[in-house]
């Protein structure tokens, strides 16, 4: 007999007999009453439920045993007895103590509330009955949580202290101990590659420059599966298809603060692709399938290309209706000769439609805000590429942090599937602050206050603030993407702006201006929108002593009150795949805007940007932004209206505006014509490839500002090069960016330095 089966009889041998002794043995008898003896908390009525007889019932030996059974059961007695007092059955109970409360010391790693819902959810919580097993588990639970945070050497006493009104008190005294940090990774087995270049692919890692925020040097069993698929991956696409992990060992020092990893591998041979062929029920032309086919005869088995191979068939079926279409790649393997051959097999399965679509995990944004995304439709063919379209669209909403979608077949309905869409929203609203600093304007701050989902409508409110020496910026706009059900959106503007010149490098003056104004957007197409807007401004202008001779001459010939109209037009096409982190695609904008009455003028704009993946991990962005402008009816461009180049958003490493043609007393006057370069390779932050919220980016930057008189010559362009740092900290965030000039001129003005920094709500 096993360990088990003997404790098993035991227990059972030991309940029998407690349970003979707990009923005396008796002779039926009919029960004239019934009474209680022992209470304090419980209600005799409860005891009474569990009672198989009743008053003017026979009481039998086995009716007995069974009560004695049932009453332990409820968990809420200690003791059970039975008695017979001249045929009145008297019940004798002595009840377990009630936890009056649980206290904790020594924990720093958690917060004592959220230990405490952790263990009501296991039963153990104040004013509930006390059960011994049920304190151990919740010990073992609270050195689980420390364990999973790298603290092995913490060390958990529970103490319990009986109270008056059989009462008990529950206190945890925790010794946190030191985090165990990872002091060493060996990989045991590689020849074809350093082991430093393996090491890239691991997100465990010892301890760095950026791990005290990452926590990638604390051990964890999940973070090591990870890294070893990962490792597999890697070898497996350079063509290493016998590529096996052989074992892994962890081990942790006495003192449980250091921990070492080994992982034995065989690297085995690298093969190349002999044949890939199509078996199975084709559907679609086998030309048009061979085309989706990513590996070809005589390159190096990459396992990432046979995957999307598999994924781009099965997606095409998808795209005709076959939701549960299937790709699998067969292998022939000849390793005399190092090569493999695949035979895809192709199974399209049924064509389905889609019978409804479930929207869950939106808590405060309204359904209609996400279903008003939705490019697949109820009732319609299933159709992965719509269904892709649409998860897209609802994350470039920009409300939500996570948007998975899921395929689920309808019970008893092999041609119909419902489509889940799950949110995981965030926070969408944002104070900003803005800082810049240079040797001229010393410290220039702004904020702003936007929510970008209101009441969780999809409605976008936003009022700024600035404060500094360039300008002072009262604000509020309002954006409804869909003010029609068609997707036209519709916004309105209301501000107040002045400015101070005279704290910046180009000519003195100021202004105070105050409008209003109302915008429209009409989508074209999925990736296209046009916009109209019209707006109204009122300004006063004031010059000094001190300013552009062409400043005065303006002010001579046209006054310095000015109300105008402006009407505003504009194209865009937008086909990057995220708009938080974006890798592939690009952003086209053409804009326009046209002044008439007190000033008349036109400005016109073109803007490209696009993303190239490099590698897993290497981004290509370049951008390109030329602009030009031009007075209207015989009038000069009014110089407020100039173009300005330097600073964030155009030539890092210049002071902002400081870009242009300058006066005799090195004022900058800015330009009708303008022209910006940049180029960037984003990248992960050392020690933290995996850790999406922070981002490096290295950039060249180049651009000049024109005036009337000059012509455009790249030879004139200013550049600079730098780093910059993207990082979506707790606090919010952050942009920070170190330049280099490359070829500034002693005219020009160097700001090497600039950050903005802000949190969200």
């Known amino acids: 007999m096993t360990c088990h089966r003997l404790c098993a009889a035991i227990v059972a041998g030991l309940l029998g007999i407690a349970l003979s002794w707990s009923a005396a043995a008796f002779d039926p008898f009919t029960v004239k009453d019934i009474r209680v003896e022992g209470l304090q908390r419980t209600e005799p009525g409860t005891v009474f439920s569990y009672l198989p007889v009743k008053v003017g019932e026979t009481m039998t030996e086995e009716k007995a045993q069974q009560a004695i059974r049932s009453l332990f059961a409820t968990g809420f007695f200690r003791d059970v007895r039975l008695e017979v007092d001249n045929g009145v059955l008297v019940v004798l109970v002595e009840e377990r103590p009630a936890i009056a409360q649980i ?51 913490v060390d958990v006493q529970t103490t319990v202290t009986p109270l008056e009104r059989n009462r008990v008190g529950i206190s ?70 016998d590529f096996n992990i052989d074992s892994t060992q962890v081990s942790i020092t006495p003192d449980k603060r250091d921990i070492y990893i080994t992982v034995n591998i065989s690297e085995g041979e690298k093969y190349s692709v002999s044949e890939v062929r199509l078996a199975g029920q084709l559907l679609l032309p086998e030309e048009e399938l061979k085309g989706l086919i990513r590996l070809k005869t005589g390159d190096v088995f990459a396992r990432d290309k046979l995957t999307q191979t598999t994924k781009a068939i099965v997606d095409r079926l998808g795209n005709e209706g076959y939701a549960f279409a299937n790709a699998n790649a067969v292998p022939q393997i000849d390793k005399d000769k190092r090569e493999v051959a695949f035979t895809l097999f192709i199974d399209p399965g049924r064509r389905v439609y889609v019978r409804r679509i479930n929207v869950a995990g939106n808590t405060k944004t309204r359904d209609e805000v996400i279903r008003r995304e939705m490019r697949q439709l109820e009732g319609g063919y299933y159709d992965a590429s719509k269904i892709q379209l649409s998860r ?46 240079s040797t001229v304007e010393k410290v220039i701050l702004s904020g702003s206050i936007s929510q970008g989902n209101v009441f969780g409508s999809g409605k976008f409110l936003s009022t700024q603030v600035q404060s500094g020496k360039i300008s002072r910026v009262y604000s509020v706009s309002y954006t409804d993407p869909f003010y029609t059900v068609d997707g036209v959106s519709r916004g309105f503007d209301i501000y107040k702006r002045d400015t101070n010149a005279s704290a910046l490098a180009i000519g003195p003056y100021k202004t105070k201006a105050v409008g209003g104004g109302v915008r429209w957007g ?14 109204a401004e009122h300004v006063n202008l004031e010059t000094f002593e001190t300013s552009p001779t062409n400043y005065k001459s303006f002010v001579a010939a046209y006054g310095n009150t000015y109300t105008y109209a402006a009407a505003t037009a504009g194209w865009s096409r937008d086909s990057r795949d995220s708009l938080i982190l974006p890798r592939v695609g690009g952003l086209q904008k053409l804009t326009g805007e046209f002044g008439a009455g007190g000033l ?76 910006v370069g940049q180029a960037e390779i984003l990248f992960p932050v050392p020690g933290a490839a995996q850790d999406k919220s922070l981002r490096l980016a290295a950039f060249l930057d180049g651009g000049q500002v024109f005036g009337a008189d000059q012509k455009i010559s790249l030879g004139d362009l200013r550049y600079a090069t730098g780093l910059a740092l993207s990082w979506n900290s707790p606090f919010g965030p952050l942009r920070l960016s170190i330049a280099q000039p490359l070829n500034a001129t002693a005219q020009d003005r160097v700001q090497r330095l600039q950050f903005t920094f802000g949190t969200g709500f």
């Open 103 to 153: 206290d904790f010391s020594g924990i720093k790693e958690f917060e004592p509330d959220t230990l405490r819902r952790s263990f009501r959810e296991l039963g153990l919580s104040e004013s509930r009955i006390f059960d011994r097993s049920l304190l151990d588990q919740a010990e073992q639970e609270l050195k689980r949580q420390y364990l999973s945070r790298g603290l092995y050497g």
């Open 172 to 241: 945890f005294a925790v010794r946190e101990g030191e985090v165990a940090k990872i002091r060493g990774i060996n990989i045991v087995g590689a020849s074809a590659f350093d082991e430093k270049d393996l090491m890239d692919e691991f997100v465990l890692r010892t301890p760095g420059w950026i791990t005290w925020y990452t926590k990638h040097d604390q051990y964890s069993r999940q973070k090591l599966a990870g890294d070893l698929e990962s490792l597999r991956s890697f070898y497996q696409n350079r063509g290493f298809l």
């Open 392 to 437: 897209q669209r609802v994350d470039r909403t920009t409300y939500f942090k996570d948007v998975n979608v899921e395929t689920v077949p309808v019970a008893g309905l092999a041609d119909q599937v419902d489509v889940n869409f799950t949110v995981e929203e965030k926070p969408t609203g944002a104070l900003l602050l803005g800082a810049g600093f």
């Open 522 to 535: 009409f989508p074209l197409a999925e990736r296209d929108g046009l916009s109209f807007g019209l707006n």
């Open 600 to 675: 008349q003028y036109y400005r016109m704009g073109y803007q490209h940007q696009h993303f190239w993946p490099l590698t897993r991990t290497f981004t290509l962005f370049l951008n390109g932004d030329v602009g030009v402008a031009n007075g209207l009816g015989n009038r000069p461009l009014p110089f407020f209206k100039n173009f300005y180049g330097g600073g964030p958003g155009t030539v890092r490493g210049y002071n902002f505006s400081a870009l242009g043609p300058q006066d005799n007393l090195g004022n900058v006057l800015g330009g009708n014509r303008r022209v």
